[in-house]
């Protein structure tokens, strides 16, 4: 049975062409045929394209391959058509693991805080920008600057050192310059030699430290959540007031936080 969006609509009608500009109306005709192969479940020639999206045969060719091109889409390996290409299994996995993190990552960071009984954040890059995606506030009164949704320069904070560790010089060095700024504390580093030598060291250790950079009078302590490829795709870190970041302290916080990430690594690898 055909889908009940193509039932609806129009006769002689394209799906996508209600408005718009030229521009949106490809991006619409684009999706349009991605759906139209997973409705059919495998390769759709571009015949059957314009038969059924009722577009012109030279957009369909053109939009089949620009998709192609960008392995968004793929001839099959047997027979005619094309199907979901490479790009559109890489986007998949991402939403998986995107889902898996707000789950899994939301029961660990709750575990770290009720182990350590300070705040705990996870969070992931965004934009180019730290964003926390998931906080369990700590038993006692420190009130820090960041909260759910709250994105922050990666300089400001120890996971954010971890979250674009994985760049190479040259990326790194364009996203600090293009990103940096002082943090109201005016405590971070703003040396962009010294940071990327930092980012270089917490990498290598597993965990990072900053102290009154993000807020003042306390701390972080951060670990990488590293994903099947070996990449961070996140961090989990616990903000601790100064005077609890001393030794034997610390060293029993920086155990759990990296136990933590460990964890959560292993879950969605």
């Given at each position: 049975?055909a889908p ?9 009608k394209?799906?996508?062409d ?37 577009i012109?045969?030279?957009t ?9 091109e960008?392995?968004y889409?793929?001839?099959?390996s ?7 290409g490479r ?28 182990e350590?009984?300070?705040t705990?954040q ?6 180019q ?5 998931i906080k ?23 996971a ?6 994985d ?20 405590k971070?580093?703003?040396?962009l030699?010294?940071?990327?030598a ?20 306390a ?15 996140a ?32 879950r969605?690898?």
């Amino acid at each position: 049975m055909a889908p009940e969006s193509r039932q609806r609509r129009k006769p002689g009608k394209a799906i996508g062409d209600e408005g718009g500009s030229e521009g949106s109306r490809s991006v619409r005709r684009a999706m349009d045929i991605l759906s139209l192969m997973l409705s059919h479940g495998g390769p759709v020639t571009v015949a059957q394209i314009v038969s059924e999206l009722r577009i012109p045969k030279s957009t369909a060719y053109e939009l089949v391959r620009t998709l192609s091109e960008a392995d968004y889409i793929a001839p099959p390996s047997r027979g005619a058509g094309f199907f979901i290409g490479r790009k559109l299994y890489e986007l998949g996995m991402a939403y998986r693991s995107h889902v898996d993190l707000l789950r899994d990552g939301a029961q660990i960071v709750e575990e770290l805080r009720n182990e350590t009984g300070e705040t705990v954040q996870l969070s992931v890059l965004d934009n180019q920008l730290m964003m926390v995606l998931i906080k369990e506030e700590g038993r006692g009164h420190l009130r820090i600057i960041s909260n759910v949704g709250t994105r922050v320069p990666v300089n400001w904070a120890a996971a954010g050192r971890l979250l674009v560790s994985d760049l190479n010089d040259a990326e790194l060095i364009k996203l600090l310059k293009a990103t940096i700024r002082q943090s109201p504390t005016g405590k971070a580093v703003m040396n962009l030699p010294k940071l990327v030598a930092q980012i270089r060291k917490y990498r290598r250790l597993g965990y990072a430290i900053e102290l009154n950079e993000a807020n003042a009078h306390a701390g972080c302590i951060a670990a990488p959540v590293i994903d099947a490829s070996g990449r961070c795709i996140a961090a989990i870190s616990t903000v601790v007031p100064e005077q609890r970041l001393n030794k034997p302290n610390r060293d029993r916080l920086i155990a759990s936080v990296k136990g933590a990430a460990e964890r959560l690594s292993r879950r969605l690898a």
